[in-house]
């Protein structure tokens, strides 16, 4: 639809997606080169979603730094940081106000290291994140790539790699925006063939951790700076999310400039994209697919049976982050429900690339809308009449509007507990979603009954 604004956007902001990757390496402390407002907005996000405390800090933009330019504010905010933190990384991330004012952060860096020459000071990475031109997702893979390529450089990562070549039994994984279960689950899967990953980023401890007895102000967890160095010497890395473009992609970067054998593939959810996932491993380890996931995938295909009664023919609209939205709606058209409506905030090109072939199995009847704003989603979906939607919280007065549920997925989720360990990827992720919607849809017909079975 042809808007001259977005009233309520179905993505989130850039600068939110690289905060997580900087969460998600050992001793980092994230700090957005902006105004505070913008660190205020993303702790309030991640802590409603995580549960958990989280520290971003910010370079603190005023009125005369908006005209002036941030150098002397970030300066200021690095050496406030490593004083009152002393963190390992320091990762940066820009601010749509630092981009549109032209500030050459990369100099700024640059000047401020060079004023503090061999003094020790942490590693600092920098993201350009400017939301107008991304989504959180973008925000995303632009850190992961700036941490790959950090590390990549180092001249001591060069000098273990021609020394010790490369490690057979390691890869590299980039998992994408996807939940701290998700990645403790990939973890274990990838360790059951063998096979000792390195996650960039691993948040499934700093997001998702323990009590404490007292304030950790750097949780314990995350990619340590030993594992990344390594990322030179792995073999292969597995990339999930088909929506990235070369020039965005780590695992890309790594095959070009390092040599590692790329393996990108969709988020697994569904049993095809996961069957993917599963032959993946099978190249890289060498080794059987271990028995207990073949029973994962054999309980999840009788399930698909035993369920089909409940599901064929049923309606749904989709909505969230691109990759996410495009494995979902395979996994739905598997299971023979109908994704009416597949929509996200993003840019789409791969989004409409991915999702026209199902369209043209459903004879079109699966509609496709980038850069989507939520009013627009609303029109299409009260004209396509779904018997549920699938996504995020932010889904959720649309689903009280239409009167039909919602069943949360990806992020962010507010309004339930338990964010951090909603399963979503391979066999028992799906298994655990595809029980939710089956349970969904038969409790609203059961509510909606006069007669009220207690048998369904």
């Not at 996994?331 to 690339?353: D, H, R, W």
């Amino acid at each position: 639809m042809n808007t001259t604004a977005t009233k309520n956007p179905c993505k989130l902001c850039a600068p939110l997606g690289a905060s997580l990757v900087f969460k998600g390496i050992r001793g980092a402390i994230p700090v957005l080169h902006g105004s505070q407002g913008c660190a205020t907005y993303i702790r309030g996000y991640f802590i409603s979603h995580f549960r958990e405390p989280v520290d971003i800090a910010s370079s603190n933009f005023v009125e005369t730094t908006s005209i002036f330019g941030g150098e002397k504010n970030l300066c200021e905010a690095l050496e406030n940081i490593n004083r009152q933190y002393n963190p390992e990384v320091i990762g940066v991330a820009t601010t749509c106000l630092s981009e549109t004012i032209g500030d050459n952060v990369p100099l700024f860096l640059n000047n401020f290291l060079k004023k503090k020459g061999s003094e020790p000071f942490p590693d600092i990475i920098f993201a350009s994140t400017p939301s107008y031109s991304g989504s959180h997702i973008d925000g995303f893979h632009a850190a992961v790539k700036a941490v790959v390529e950090y590390y990549s450089h180092f001249r001591e990562t060069a000098d273990l790699l021609s020394a010790r070549g490369r490690e057979g039994n390691s890869v590299a994984v980039l998992p994408n925006f996807v939940s701290p279960e998700d990645i403790r689950h990939l973890k274990e899967i990838i360790l059951d063939f063998g096979v000792n990953p390195v996650f960039v980023p691993d948040y499934s401890q700093t997001l998702d951790g323990v009590s404490w007895n007292k304030y950790e102000k750097i949780p314990e967890g995350g990619t340590s700076k030993e594992e990344l160095l390594s990322l030179r010497k792995v073999s292969s890395v597995i990339e999930l999310g088909n929506s990235l473009n070369e020039k965005d992609s780590a695992g890309k970067f790594l095959e070009s400039e390092v040599g590692t054998k790329r393996h990108g593939l969709g988020l697994p959810i569904g049993i095809d994209l996961t069957d993917d996932f599963f032959n993946s491993l099978k190249i890289i380890s060498g080794r059987k697919i271990p028995d207990k996931y073949i029973a994962q995938r054999g309980r999840l295909v009788d399930a698909y049976c035993d369920a089909h009664k409940y599901l064929f023919g049923k309606k749904a609209v989709v909505f969230g982050d691109e990759d996410m939205v495009v494995s979902i709606a395979r996994f739905l058209c598997e299971t023979g429900i109908i994704p009416v409506l597949c929509a996200s905030g993003a840019q789409g090109s791969e989004l409409k690339k991915a999702l026209q072939q199902l369209s043209m199995e459903y004879k079109n009847k699966i509609v496709i809308r980038t850069k989507a704003d939520f009013v627009d989603i609303e029109e299409e979906a009260v004209a396509l009449k779904p018997d549920f939607l699938i996504g995020n919280s932010k889904g959720y007065t649309l689903s009280r509007k239409m009167g039909v549920p919602l069943i949360r997925v990806g992020f962010p989720v507010h309004d339930r507990f338990g964010a951090s360990r909603i399963s979503h990827l391979c066999y028992k992720g799906t298994q655990e979603l595809f029980d939710r919607i089956v349970n969904t849809i038969i409790a609203k017909k059961q509510s909606e009954s006069a007669a009220g079975y207690t048998y369904m």
